[in-house]
């Protein structure tokens, strides 16, 4: 109890600061409402990353959930992505509204509140926000457009896509399993006897009907010689 009072006053007295500041610098530091040249920043920001940002999804009624039942495994897949994806946008969005209130105003100032400001002001990823595996030194603005290019790029459903990128999904490992499931479903195979086979197309080869592509690739780390001799002549780049 006594920690979280001595951090209320560690950020109350943050929010004075900016205050002052802006008195002592005069007009220019504040709006002509009186705000603190803290929160035009912050406002200026969220404002920048809703626009981003890809408007709150509707949701999803009970005959796309009925129809969901009878989708393979790959269209399932997909349809968790986006309800992963889109359940992210609806809390980033909403936190960042409520911040915005905040900034105008129009809202008080509350723990969750304090703590979102905080993450936006030094450029962290706020915890809750934490739903896929991001690089821990990523900035948070960085972190906004990475949100934005995944969701634009999430496929469709059906029918389920011949190519897709592998690194923008929230849960790649899942897409994998899928496509494992799909094939021994359609040739009556047991997923265990199974085994995952990648081929490198070479330039104007096209794929086969029945085979998935993942399109701009590249490896961290060392990769070894074969991955070596197959990535600079075929130019294989941008997977992550």
């Not at 209130?101 to 129009?106: I, K, S």
Request: with cysteine; proline share 8%.
């Amino acid at each position: 109890m006594l920690k979280r009072l001595l951090k209320m006053q560690r950020v109350d007295t943050e929010e004075e600061m900016p205050q002052a500041a802006a008195t002592e610098g005069g007009e220019g530091a504040s709006s002509l409402a009186g705000r603190p040249a803290w929160a035009l920043a912050v406002l200026a920001t969220t404002q920048n990353w809703l626009q981003l940002l890809p408007q709150a999804s509707p949701g999803t009624d009970k005959k796309e959930k009925e129809k969901e039942k009878e989708e393979g495994p790959i269209e399932r897949c997909i349809t968790r992505e986006h309800e992963v994806g889109w359940g992210l946008i609806n809390v980033v969005r909403r936190d960042l509204c409520l911040v915005q209130q905040v900034c105008n105003a129009e809202q008080k100032h509350s723990n969750h509140t304090r703590s979102l400001v905080e993450c936006i002001t030094k450029g962290t990823l706020p915890r809750h926000w934490r739903r896929y595996v991001a690089p821990p030194s990523q900035p948070l603005n960085l972190w906004i457009v990475d949100l934005a290019r995944r969701m634009s790029t999430l496929p469709n459903p059906s029918p389920p896509p011949s190519s897709i990128w592998l690194g923008g999904f929230f849960n790649p490992n899942a897409f994998i399993t899928a496509t494992r499931q799909a094939a021994a479903r359609v040739n009556g195979w047991s997923v265990e006897n199974m085994e995952l086979i990648v081929h490198v197309l070479s330039p104007g080869e096209e794929l086969a009907t029945s085979d998935k592509s993942i399109s701009s690739f590249v490896v961290r780390g060392k990769p070894n010689e074969l991955f070596a001799s197959l990535l600079v002549p075929l130019n294989i780049l941008d997977l992550c």
